[in-house]
């Protein structure tokens, strides 16, 4: 099994503090370095210094970092055009040398939209805006050079597109789609993502929304076995309970919540419930760190959990 590292830097984080888990990252022999992509804090916490754009962040350790791979866990389709979106992307791959993925969903937290005034349809509108985003970012991506890219779209209809730059990456970036909807999630999935992503979900859940997708793939003639199956756990790690008790705390959880939850407890335990999570599909996990001052986290979990793996 893979790990790879999620931030959630809405939360309270500037650019240097993220550069400093992306490198500890990197260093310690992570696969990946990813981020939300939100505007506003959720929860309690003060969100001290503000928000910080994903793609911008992406940019800057696409310099600053040579080997780890980058993306967003996810960016929301209302957030940008697909256009420039995929220009963006495009542009943070050449930077990075073509380490970058990105994952994409239809946005849902309604508050982030209303405090920076960014429109916020209705979620069956959302899904309609996705979908055309995903046609027109893999279609401009894939358009053979010096050949144009159209698309008839309702809401981002597109003429005689340059379709440029190119990203490094070929065909494309990854693309990485998920959620627990029953049913536009995996016919979305099945036709254009490259890795279906859960995040927080449990054992049963897991089960149920992989076999939806897999099902969908059929349905389409997809191997299965060509898309990438992943989940997001919080990580709480630690070399004994009362260190364990020690990070819970500084995140504001309890310990036997989140061994019932996330990725908690000793490394013996984390490593049994990544086990449970690789036989249920997946073949990589994000570990959702939030205590973003505490790099001795990620040392301990690449030292004792990593290599059990």
């Known amino acids: 099994m893979e ?46 210094p503000g928000p910080t754009d994903a793609w911008t962040t992406l940019a800057g350790l696409a310099r600053d970092t040579t080997r780890i791979r ?48 960014i429109p916020f349809p209705p979620l069956g509108e959302r899904f309609d805006r996705l979908e055309e ?89 997809r191997d299965p076995s060509t898309m990438v199956w992943s989940n997001a756990l919080v990580l709480c790690c630690g070399r004994d309970d009362a260190e364990v008790a020690r990070r819970a705390e500084a995140i504001g959880r309890e310990p036997a919540e989140l061994r019932a939850n996330g990725a908690a407890g000793t490394p013996a335990e984390v490593v049994e419930t990544l086990g449970r999570y690789a036989e249920a599909g997946a073949g990589r996990v994000y570990l959702q760190v939030l205590d973003l001052a505490d790099l001795d986290h990620l040392e301990l979990v690449a030292a004792e959990v990593m290599p059990r793996l």
Request: glycine content about 10%; charged content about 20%; aromatic content about 10%.
């Open 3 to 48: 790990l790879r590292i999620f931030t959630e830097p809405q939360q309270g984080a500037g650019y240097d503090q993220l550069l400093a888990v992306a490198r500890r990252a990197e260093e310690t022999g992570f696969a990946a370095f990813f981020r939300s992509d939100h505007y506003l804090k959720m929860g309690s916490v003060s969100g001290d």
């Open 70 to 117: 980058l993306g967003t866990l996810m960016s929301a389709a209302t957030f940008r055009l697909p256009g420039p979106l995929a220009i963006t992307v495009a542009q943070v791959d050449q930077m990075s040398g073509g380490r970058v993925e990105l994952g994409i969903g239809t946005g849902w937290y309604a508050e982030e939209h209303a405090a920076y005034g």
């Open 133 to 221: 985003q995903l046609a027109i970012i893999t279609g401009l991506w894939s358009t053979p050079a010096g050949t144009t890219f159209d698309f008839p779209g309702t809401y981002y209809p597109v003429s005689d597109s340059p379709a440029l730059p190119k990203p490094v990456q070929r065909p494309r970036p990854p693309i990485l789609l998920g959620g627990m909807g029953p049913k536009r999630t995996p016919r979305l999935a099945a036709r254009y993502a490259d890795e279906f992503n859960l995040p927080f979900a449990s054992l049963d859940d897991t089960t149920a929304q992989f076999r939806r997708v897999r099902d969908a793939c059929a349905e389409i003639g």
